[in-house]
């Protein structure tokens, strides 16, 4: 079993910056990709930002030059720090995993998701 945990939403003006974190547990031999994805009000959810195990990134165009996606192998834990925040930035934030578990089985995983208002 694998749990993803997220932490660092919340409220914060136009022009503000926050640090979003996901960390993962549970019987992890390895985890290849992790990315952040959003979904905003009435649209479907979108990637954001992505990052391979080797640390080479990949970026949404509406969030280029303003969000720096990165990771800690050691902690399992990738973040997502944000800045010159937007009011369309508003949004439930995902982490997700590809992980190789113990067992030798390979998922994705998802994070339960964490609440990012951005106010004009």
Known sequence: QVQLVESGGGLVQAGGSLRLSCAASGSILRINGMGWSRQRPGKQRELVAAITSGGSTNYADSVKGRFTISRDNAKNTVYLQMNS????????????????????????????GTQVTVSS
């Open 85 to 112: 925040l937007k009011p369309e930035d508003t949004a439930v934030y995902y982490c997700n995993a590809g992980v190789v578990t113990m067992e030798l089985s390979v998922s994705a995983y998802w994070g339960q």
